[in-house]
């Protein structure tokens, strides 16, 4: 059964809840210009990406090309960079920098320690975002309430950063995104027929199993309360970690 069959399942006010993420798409278009979607690549990116191209909206959607990322979704990348109304952007680390990280530390130094993971998400990661969001006043993620207990108090929008962060899914559940890609024929990463509902890059990534946790997949080997890559943590909380 794939995720589509598996999941699909509109809540009760999904129109509402549509109608709403249209609006606020919208809204951000026009009050937070100049921004951008970071795109994953995941289902919910997806569904934004899509809705950006329906809306006509002068959103750019860039993607992070860690090199570490699953064949899977460097071909979603290529088909999407072909079909997408909005341009699409693809960052890449600084090579040298990779180079000397894995020189220094071989390929699986992640699984080492979780200081030695975060270096690498630095690398692979945060300078390409940095970049990435130059000169922009805004981006837009796919953060969901529902995704993890860190996300659970996330708003539409949060303007608590001097670049405001634009969340149209926040109150979206898991159904009603693959309702939105059933109906609209989306297309979507394979990895998620393959019980992987959060995907990263290749080896920090892996299927679930029933009853896990949604981001049980990612950074398995480490204690819950480190599973973020550095992507979504407020400067504060940098600090305190």
Known sequence: MGAVELHARASRDFEARLAATR???VRAAADFAPLKQASSLGAEDVVITHLINELELDIPVFVLETGALHPETLELLERTETTSRAPVEVWRPVQE???????????????????L???CCAIRKLEPLARALEGQRAWITGLRREQSAARAEVPAIDTSEARAKVNPLA???????????????VDYNPLHDQFYPSIGCAPCTRAISLGEDFRAGRWWWEDESAKECGLHVKKEEKVAA
């Open 23 to 25: 609006k606020l798409l």
């Open 97 to 115: 920098s990779v180079v000397r990280f894995v020189g220094r530390e071989g390929r699986d130094a992640m699984y080492r320690s979780v200081a």
């Open 117 to 119: 993971r975060k270096e």
């Open 171 to 185: 109150d979206w559940t898991w159904g009603d995104v693959w309702h939105y890609i059933a109906v609209n024929g």
